[in-house]
């Protein structure tokens, strides 16, 4: 499995931004598809973006889709995902996922093997 570590959560306004990071420590990141997902306090966890291996394709959930931004670095084993204009209503822990066993994309949880501890993204009305 890959370990990932995520970063870059925190509390802001409404209509701020944030940029989330997740470092993942395998030698083989490059190969691999990465998505964010979050879950807020009582509900499932939801999927929000991904990135294939090459980042020739990303996808988002429609209502993240033209504020959110997922990127990623393979020479820095990092993935990125830039929220603005954030909502109080996208309060919620945001995870980093990874797909090791392949490098498409995807939305559903449970095609990610390993997972980030996940980072506090707080939207004070």
């Known amino acids: 499995q890959v370990q990932l570590v995520e970063s870059g959560g925190g509390l802001v306004q409404a209509g701020g931004s944030l940029r989330l990071s997740c470092a993942a420590s395998?030698?083989?990141?490059?190969?691999?598809?990465m998505g964010w997902f979050r879950q807020a306090p009582g509900k499932e966890r939801d999927f929000v973006a991904t990135?294939?291996?090459?980042?020739?394709?990303?996808y988002y959930a429609d209502s993240v889709r033209g504020r959110f931004t997922i990127s990623r670095d393979n020479a820095k084993n990092t993935v990125y995902l830039q929220v603005n204009s954030l909502k109080p209503e996208e309060t919620a822990v945001y995870y980093c996922?990874?797909?090791?066993?392949?490098?498409?994309?995807?939305?559903?949880?449970?095609?990610?093997?390993?997972w980030g501890q996940g980072t506090q993204v707080t939207v004070s009305s």
């Open positions: 996922a990874a797909r090791s066993r392949s490098g498409l994309t995807s939305t559903y949880v449970y095609e990610y093997d390993s």
């Open positions: 395998a030698r083989t990141f490059s190969r691999y598809a």
């Open positions: 990135i294939s291996w090459s980042s020739s394709t990303t």
